[in-house]
């Protein structure tokens, strides 16, 4: 059974940084896409980033572009979601999801998800 438990939420001040972690467990990840995706209070979850464990390919929203970036241990069948420059905007509570095929940005693709972990930036 695949199991995704997030970790490395928190509070952070405007312009700092936060790297979560997604480590992923139950099975091989190969011919899997992984995602972050983030739900703000009384808004829907929304696309992050997503890495294809093959062959690391990444996509991200037009809003953290340039900002977050998205990586893969494979030895630690882990993902990453390092997060620079960090606004309030980006306060909400961060999932980590898996899907059997290529990146996708819509979260009806992904069959797993983990449990969240909220991030807080303060202004």
């Known amino acids: 059974q695949v199991q995704l438990v997030e970790s490395g939420g928190g509070l952070v001040q405007a312009g700092g940084s936060l790297r979560l972690s997604c480590a992923a467990s139950g099975r091989t990840f190969y011919g899997y896409a992984m995602a972050w995706f983030r739900q703000a209070p009384g808004k829907e979850r929304e696309f992050v980033a997503a890495?294809?464990?093959?062959?690391?390919?990444?996509s991200y929203s037009d809003s953290v572009k340039g900002r977050f970036t998205i990586s893969r241990d494979s030895a630690k069948n882990t993902v990453y979601l390092q997060m620079n420059s960090l606004k309030p905007e980006d306060t909400a509570v961060y999932y980590c999801?898996?899907?059997?095929?290529?990146?996708?940005?819509?979260?009806?693709?992904?069959?797993?998800w983990g449990q969240g972990t909220q991030v807080t930036v303060s202004s």
């Open positions: 999801a898996a899907r059997r095929g290529g990146n996708a940005p819509n979260n009806g693709a992904y069959n797993y």
């Open positions: 890495i294809n464990w093959n062959t690391g390919t990444t």
